[in-house]
C-alpha cells in the first residue's frame, strides 16, 4: 500500500500495479478499492493501474476534525488531483461508478489538461427531477438517512449493525446471481467498524452536493459549449435499482462525446460483477479504437 502526501490533513492510500499508460479507478460507496481488485489485475498486465481509497473509506486517513467538507465531492475531487500531481500522471483514463463516478467527472471537468477518457457506470448526468418519482426516492433512502445523528448514535463501531446494514446495500443493489456480498462484505465490516470510520464513510452524503436526490432534482441542461467533450464509455448495468435503464435518454444533452452500452444482468456494484467488460472498454481507449456512438448505436455487452 502506498500513502500520499497530506492534502488540507489528510492522506490518500493507493494500490499501484503494472506499467504503462495510467489508469486511475475510483471506487463507491458503501467499498473501497478492493471493490476493482479483479479488474485492476486484468488491466495492469497491460497499463498501469491505480486504485486509490477516497478519503473516510479503506486505509485512507478518515479522521473526523476536518469536518464533513473533507468528505464531500470538492474534498474528494481535491484529493484525487492531488494524487495525480503527486505521481505526475498525464493521459489517465478516470474509471468510475457510484461517488466514484461523480468524482472522476468532477476531476475531468475541473483538471481536463490531465485526462484522456473516462470509463463509467452510472450515475451520468441527465437524471433531473425524475429523481423525485417514488420508486428512486424510496431506492435512495440511504442518503437521507445517512444525514442523521443515529450514524454516530446506533451504526458507529458497531460491527454488527454495520453488518447488517451492508447487506442490505450488498444484496439489494446486486444483480442476480452476484458474489459481490461474498466477496466485500466481511472486508467491508472490518474497514468501517474502527470508531469513527463509518461516520467519515458516510459523511459525503452529509454536504448538499453528495445528495443525489438534492443534486439531481437540481440538475440543468448545460449549453452546447459547457457539454463534458471527453471521450467517456457508459457502461449501463440493467439489474441497478438505483439507475434504470431508461435514465439513459438524456445523457446526450449533457456529454457530447461518448458510447452507451448496456451490461445485462449485471447490478449497481458493475467494476465487481463485471470486471471483463470494463477491462475490455478500458481496451479500446488505450488501442484507440474506442469510437463514439449514437442513440441508434446503443448495444449491450455481456458480463462473461
Given at each position: 500500500m502506498h500513502y500520499t502526501k497530506p492534502t488540507n490533513g489528510y492522506r490518500l492510500a493507493y494500490r499501484m500495479n503494472g506499467s504503462g499508460r495510467p489508469i486511475l479507478m475510483v471506487h463507491g460507496s458503501p467499498g473501497d478499492g478492493h471493490e476493482y481488485d479483479k479488474l485492476a489485475a486484468l488491466v495492469s498486465l497491460y497499463a498501469m493501474t491505480i486504485v486509490p481509497d477516497l478519503r473516510g473509506f479503506g486505509e485512507s486517513d478518515k479522521h473526523?476534525?476536518?469536518?464533513?467538507?473533507?468528505?464531500?465531492?470538492?474534498?474528494?475531487?481535491?484529493?484525487?488531483?492531488?494524487?495525480?500531481?503527486?505521481?505526475?500522471?498525464?493521459?489517465?483514463?478516470?474509471?468510475?461508478?457510484?461517488?466514484g463516478g461523480f468524482t472522476v467527472q468532477a476531476v475531468a471537468r475541473k483538471r481536463p489538461d490531465l485526462v484522456a477518457a473516462l470509463v463509467l457506470a452510472p450515475p451520468v448526468p441527465g437524471v433531473?427531477?425524475?429523481?423525485?418519482?417514488?420508486?428512486?426516492?424510496?431506492?435512495?433512502?440511504?442518503?437521507?438517512?445517512?444525514?442523521?445523528?443515529?450514524?454516530e448514535q446506533v451504526f458507529d463501531g458497531n460491527p454488527e449493525a454495520i453488518r447488517a446494514l451492508l447487506r442490505i446495500h450488498l444484496d439489494g443493489w446486486s444483480g442476480p446471481g452476484s458474489t459481490v456480498a461474498a466477496e466485500l462484505l466481511d472486508h467491508m465490516v472490518q474497514a468501517y467498524s474502527a470508531p469513527g470510520a463509518f461516520t467519515a464513510g458516510v459523511s459525503w452524503f452529509r454536504d448538499s452536493k453528495g445528495n443525489p436526490i438534492s443534486d439531481y432534482a437540481a440538475e440543468t441542461v448545460p449549453a452546447k459549449?459547457?457539454?463534458?467533450?471527453?471521450?467517456?464509455?457508459?457502461?449501463?448495468?440493467?439489474?441497478?435499482?438505483?439507475?434504470?435503464?431508461e435514465w439513459s435518454d438524456q445523457v446526450g444533452h449533457f456529454l457530447s462525446n461518448y458510447s452507451l452500452k448496456f451490461m445485462p444482468g449485471v447490478g449497481h456494484?458493475?467494476?465487481?460483477?463485471?470486471?471483463?467488460?470494463?477491462a475490455n472498454e478500458i481496451s479500446l481507449h488505450l488501442a484507440g479504437k474506442w469510437r463514439a456512438t449514437s442513440v441508434l448505436e446503443e448495444s449491450h455487452v455481456s458480463a462473461v
Open positions: 473526523l476534525q476536518g469536518g464533513a467538507n473533507a468528505f464531500s465531492l470538492d474534498g474528494q475531487v481535491e484529493a484525487v488531483i492531488s494524487l495525480m500531481e503527486e505521481l505526475d500522471l498525464r493521459d489517465v483514463i478516470l474509471v468510475g461508478y457510484d461517488i433531473g427531477r425524475r429523481i423525485l418519482e417514488v420508486s428512486p426516492v424510496n431506492e435512495f433512502w440511504h442518503a437521507t438517512f445517512f444525514r442523521t445523528s443515529l450514524v459549449e459547457d457539454r463534458l467533450d471527453k471521450p467517456v464509455s457508459i457502461l449501463w448495468p440493467e439489474c441497478d435499482p438505483l439507475f434504470p435503464t456494484f458493475s467494476p465487481t460483477e463485471a470486471p471483463q467488460i470494463f
